[in-house]
């Protein structure tokens, strides 16, 4: 058993290494390592069980992705259906929102949201330079468009690739249960969003003509290469579909298809592999063994133990706290370290309770993934994309994502709240 001293060892580890994620003082990859290795030094936990404590499923899923998406890219596929979706808009500039606000999230869901967003804001903002309008309007809607497309599916946003990997929960599972409310959710932020910018979207003919002028076929740079990869994607996909039926792990779909595609594409296994967001993924490791030092010493548990007695074992009211909790806390901190930290909490709940925990994992999963479009920092997409604009004169500031935004999320999560209540809770 441990003692006190181990709880607050632990306690005051976890707490530092948020404290510096959320401060954005050191790179959070960083941060997340040393916090991890601080649990083993600390002798928290033993080496033996913080590598037992990292899910490997989730690790393996997005390394799997990230190298079909990186072979994927080098196709120009992207490039082009951004530019084509422009010339079908004939330049009019909320015809190009709508398409763009579809082609990233039907991308977010299936690929997912960051490398979505990495192709798409390029593109755009080409097409708002030849337009001659501010890019603000397009960008924001795509980093909102990118965090509502991943909540659909198991791949779409780590948050539920993580839920996924932890509750054996598969990709059918996610698109019947969270699909539908987010196509509700996107066609209602479209009309939020032209009611906002209705008086900003204004072009010159002769631009819209400049954007019919563009062709599209010169974005794909190996057709052959687009063969290979589209057919692999559409494979995995499938792939993703079948898996609990086929008895395999979504990592393994993942691999399994990264090294179809890397055998057969030509491609220099060293040059993909140095492409791979390796931060991200010892990020996600550091976490892992961060929460698993803190089910060790009995915290989760513990905070387990106090949302049962508040709630009383109530399934209603569990489900609401979750779903608000994790929408506002994801607007301000990342979603990520957020979300390994509750899927402990809530697997610990539902042993504590007779409580069938499925709809909490729905809950967290609408609440985490919706809530990255509060604030710019909100998620990884939306820090990303401000990043890109840090340095010209359309910045990308808190304020001016928050006002739009913030809103919107909330408009987003009550909509979830309803559909919550009508069919789970």
Known sequence: MFGDSHVLIASIVFIL?????????????????LGASMMVVLKIIDQEFAFEAIDFNTIGLLIGMMIIVTITKKTGIFQYLAIKAAKSASGDPWKIIFFFAIITAVCSALLDNVTTVLLIAPVTLVITDTLKINPI????????????????????????????????LGFLDFVINLAPIVVVIFIVTLFILKYIYKNELNVDEKHKEKIMKFDENKSIQDKELLKKSLIVLGLTIVGFILHQSLELESATVALAGAAVLLAISGENPEDILLEI????????????????????????????????????????LTGIIIVWVSAIASSFIDNIPFVATMIPLIKSIGAMSAMDITPLWWSLALGSCLGGNGTIIGASANVIVAGMMEKTENRITFRKFFKIGFPIMIVSIIISTIYLILFYL
């Open 137 to 168: 309007p397009f960008l924001i809607s795509e980093i909102l468009f990118s965090n509502i497309g991943g909540t659909a599916t198991l791949i779409g946003d780590p948050p539920n690739i993580m839920i996924g990997s932890a509750t054996k």
């Open 17 to 33: 290494v948020y404290i510096l994620i959320v401060s954005e003082k050191l790179n959070r990859t960083t941060v997340a390592l």
């Open 277 to 316: 967001e390796w931060t991200t993924i010892f990020f996600f490791a550091g976490l892992f063994i961060l929460v698993g030092g803190l089910e060790k010493v009995g915290i989760i548990e513990s905070i387990a133990k106090e949302v049962v007695n508040m709630t009383k074992g109530n399934l209603f």
